[in-house]
């Protein structure tokens, strides 16, 4: 897709009424300079202008975007106006209270009638209502001239920062299509923000008679402007045991005054407690902080503290448990445990020890951890050097969590592997020598603990669908309907995406709502996921093309901005990194192709072919396990039954094989060969005889069955990637290999090239003796299935289960298997039936039948939309037609259901319409 800037290329193929407006050339080439932010008046010297004028012939006329506009009669369109405002939104900056600045916007008239601006108003909705327009209007801006607004803020009070914009400008028109426009504007206030740690209580534990403790209070001003702290004093000092020390701090000195403090300032001072009152009672007082902060000019902090009669030492262990939660084989994590004295006197780390339990039938919270040797748990730190802890303070100490690699090989890819451990730290008491092991005494061999230390390992997946976004046709001028790209985590463990990025889109698609990629990564868990919206404008005619680009860093690379590794070595996320700023932890890169088409037309007639004859593509997947011998061979038995509803119904299809093995090299979603057939067609010889064949697929595969999983695989890249590049042997080809298509030509792609074709249905029928087993859940491959014909064609896709149907049949039933098929409308079957011919007939009988859905090739206007069947008119209504917007689709009532426009063999099915402009 083309960048700003670039000119529109103009083509002499235009139809209709695009032919005869070619001259309007002119018009449209004012795009392009808005676009780029330049000013769209025509040079008054610009002989084209006189040019632009003159087409009495022209059954059409271009608008200010580029966009063929026909008049209903055949006859030139009536003038209009058209209003663009710039910029669209106003940033006023920082601007402190009691002042107050200004910004200008210009309102362009882009359309060939005067505009007359009604009104430009402050709305009512405006948070501050102190804003003066130079323009208020009435006043008339002539086509292809602009007027210059000037707007100032005044700022009595300081504005909130929240993001929202402060007021709001309104500017009301004549323009037929947009008469009100909003003008956000924005504005913040640089206010000094006082954070105050610890913000609510200084709790001082517990303190023995005839001793003092010292807390300390810190400040920082996270403002942008100057804070002042007025005044800290003591509003209760429970009678004297509460004190102020003096220190450097101005408002606590020994001759206390306010001192102002800058941004990004910090300060800080001590309070002491001395106990003097009764043992074991709690102490109680009140510290308040004074200061201009205008969110918090007061602050008070509740001082608290146990009087104790002597010192003891207590500690305190936090969490009670350290669960390093899932984690990807090979990764590490570090985790801490703090430790706090809550007792009176002092206490000594004097010993530690770290034992890594057996996880195998180990229930947590049970007494179940009997030590054995070395682990993945690791305590690393404080290690030789112990510390001494005073009452009321507190240390850390650190477990690492080296998740093991080698699991991964072997592991169910459905299941976490739990590892466990026990962390146990030996104290002494100052006071009297003693000495303690919490939470247990780890060297009691015989006594089985329960772990304090736990993590979970399991696989990372991501998938980024659709593999394609084809936007369709679009005018030029306008915009599509936003499509959706998802980023899922189809694994069991987070993942962290590292960027989001268009490569060579230009200006001609956008961003919707795509959400902010943080420098360490933007975590989806496995129960989420990322929603990237998109959106063309075409510049131009003709076909455009780029790419949506997903980079996912876990378990990944250190890369500098160019993709050369630096010398970080691997990382999960970017903040991994170390080396130059733009280094960036590059793991997987998903690519997802973006195509769209510029067009001028204004309206549009689509043509189909009714009746008999649909496109059907039929993907059978068959269990290859051990003991499918005989259903396999009633699969084959019953097939011709579905091969003869196919030429009845004159149906166009495509038919593939694949097994439910996800191990072997040869199968993994990749369609079965007999001989150069990998697809069987209308044009295959004996289509019914080599489809019995590749059907019995042999009973030696897998015993993990993975049908849902090889569907999903043979329907995706890389298997149905089609370069359209031909070739004659593999080593022509680049990417992929030399692969004849159902036609028989060969071309450079996946394995599965051709088989799946862009406006044919989808069937996709099981055939198994047991369960799926497919890692990700059910609900993940019905959005990917769905995914293949687009989320508003859910109709197109039928899923088909022949699967054990418990009891007798099977040791249990196929659930997985049917669970899709009823989420997709498709039949279920026993397998233990002995034939399947009635299961198939049901099949073909939903597959093969009349198609009644019709997909237009451009968004219309509802209202616009005509349909005939053979020539002749069909109403809209219960028994004639009726439009789908979400999936953008005429649909003819099907006769059962009394519909009089039902097309014979060969009718032609034409929709007309004039097309949708987005703005």
């Not at 500098?560 to 793991?587: E, H, I």
């Amino acid at each position: 897709m083309e960048a700003c800037g670039q000119q529109a290329r103009w083509s002499s193929q235009a139809t209709g009424a695009s032919r005869a407006a070619i001259r309007h050339v002119l018009l449209a080439s004012l795009v392009l300079p808005l676009a780029c932010g330049e000013t769209p008046n025509p040079r008054p010297d610009d002989s084209s202008a006189a040019d632009a004028t003159s087409a009495p012939d022209s059954a059409a006329t271009v608008d200010a975007q580029g966009a063929f506009d026909a008049d209903p009669a055949g006859d030139i369109l009536a003038p209009a106006p058209k209003l663009i405002i710039v910029p669209p939104t106003l940033h006023f900056g920082a601007v402190p209270p009691g002042t107050h600045a200004t910004r200008s916007f210009k309102i362009f008239n882009q359309g060939d009638a005067p505009l007359k601006i009604h009104s430009v108003q402050v709305s009512t909705l405006s948070k501050i209502k102190t804003v003066t327009v130079t323009h208020t209007g009435p006043f008339e801006i002539a086509a292809k001239q602009s007027q210059l607004v000037d707007v100032e803020l005044a700022v009595i009070t300081p504005l909130p920062s929240d993001g929202a914009p402060v007021a709001l400008l309104v500017v009301t028109s004549n323009d037929p299509e947009m008469k009100d426009v909003t003008l956000p504007l924005f504005a913040k206030s640089d206010t000094g923000s006082l954070k105050v740690t610890p913000p609510d209580v200084l709790d001082f534990v517990a303190v023995a008679l005839g001793s003092s403790v010292d807390r300390k209070v810190s400040l920082f001003n996270q403002g942008t402007a100057l804070v002042t702290v007025e005044a800290v004093t003591l509003a209760d000092d429970s009678g004297g045991e509460f004190t102020l020390l003096p220190g450097t701090f101005p408002p606590v000195s020994n001759l206390p005054k306010a001192h102002g403090m800058n941004a990004a300032e910090y300060q800080s001072f001590h309070v002491r407690f001395t106990p003097k009152g009764t043992v074991g009672k709690l102490a109680k007082g009140k510290l308040r902080i004074k200061s201009d902060d205008p969110d918090m000019p007061n602050r008070t902090l509740v001082l608290t503290a146990i009087r104790a009669e002597g010192p003891k030492c207590h500690v305190k262990l936090s969490p009670d448990v350290l669960d390093f939660g899932v984690l990807a084989y090979g990764d590490t994590k570090t985790l801490a445990l703090t430790v706090k004295n809550v007792g009176t006197g002092m206490c000594v780390l004097v010993d530690q020890k770290l034992l890594n339990c057996p996880a195998a039938g180990a229930t947590w919270g049970a007494p179940t951890c009997t030590p054995i040797g070395t682990g993945p748990f690791v305590n690393f730190a404080p290690g030789a050097a112990l510390f001494n802890l005073g009452p009321g303070a507190s240390s850390q100490v650190h477990v690492l969590f080296n998740a093991p690699s080698g699991d991964g090989l072997v592991a169910d890819p459905k299941v976490l592997a739990l590892h466990f451990g026990f962390l146990g730290l030996r104290f002494k008491d100052q006071a009297n020598g003693l000495t303690t092991w919490l939470p247990k005494d780890p060297t009691q061999g015989a006594a089985k603990l329960s772990p304090n230390l736990k993590a979970s390992v399991g696989q990372t997946s991501t998938l980024v669908e659709p593999n394609i976004v084809d936007f369709g046709e679009v005018r030029v001028g306008c915009k599509s309907e936003a499509e959706q790209v998802k980023v899922s985590n189809t694994g069991l463990v987070p993942l962290f995406v590292t960027r989001l990025e268009l490569l060579g889109c230009g200006g001609e698609v956008a961003k919707v709502g795509w959400p902010a990629v943080p420098s360490k990564g933007l975590e989806v868990t496995p129960t989420s996921s990322v929603s990237l919206g998109l959106r063309y404008a075409p510049q131009n005619l003709g076909k455009d093309t780029c790419h949506g680009v997903v980079t996912t860093g876990t378990n990944g690379k250190c890369v500098d901005a160019q993709g050369t590794p630096t010398a970080s070595g691997p990382c999960k996320v970017t903040a991994d990194c170390a080396g130059p700023k733009d280094a960036l932890c590059a793991g997987q890169t998903f690519v997802t192709a973006l195509v769209g088409q510029g067009t001028f037309d204004n309206e549009r007639t689509d043509e189909f072919t009714g009746g008999p004859g649909k496109q059907v593509d039929v993907l059978l997947v068959v269990d290859n396990s051990p003991g499918m011998a005989a259903a396999q061979a009633k699969l084959a038995a019953s097939l011709p039954q579905l091969m003869q509803l196919a030429s009845q119904w004159q149906v166009d299809y495509h038919v593939g094989v694949v097994t439910t093995d996800m191990t072997s090299a040869t199968d993994k979603g990749r369609l079965r060969t007999l001989g150069q057939t990998r697809v069987v067609t209308q044009k295959t010889v004996d289509a019914t005889g080599t489809l019995q064949s590749l059907a019995v697929v042999g009973a030696s595969g897998s015993t993990v069955e993975q049908g849902l999983a090889a569907a999903k695989a043979a329907l995706s890249l890389p298997h149905t990637f089609d370069s359209q590049k031909a070739c004659l042997q593999d080593t022509d080809c680049t990417d992929g290999a030399c692969v004849a298509g159902p036609d028989g030509k060969k071309a450079c792609g996946g394995h599965n090239r051709g088989f799946l074709r862009k406006d044919a249905s989808l069937e996709i029928v099981f055939v198994s003796d047991d369960d799926d087993a497919s890692p990700a859940d059910v609900a993940y491959y019905v959005n990917a299935l769905f995914s293949i014909k687009g989320a508003a064609n859910k109709d197109l896709l039928h899923v088909h289960a022949l699967v054990p149907s418990g009891g007798a049949c099977g040791p249990k039933p196929g659930s997985r298997y049917i669970a899709v098929a009823k989420d997709t409308g498709g039949k279920v079957a026993s397998v233990c039936d002995a034939s399947f011919a009635a299961a198939l007939k049901g099949i073909g009988e939903l597959a093969f039948t009349h198609k009644h859905h019709y997909a237009l090739s451009m968004t219309p206007q509802p209202a616009t939309l005509s349909v005939s069947v053979g020539g002749k008119p069909c109403t809209a209504g219960p028994t004639g037609w009726f439009y789908e917007g979400k999936s953008n689709r005429v649909v003819l009532v099907s006769k059962s259901l009394g519909g009089t426009c039902v097309p014979a063999k060969g009718d032609k099915v034409s929709v007309h319409y004039k097309v949708l402009c987005l703005p």
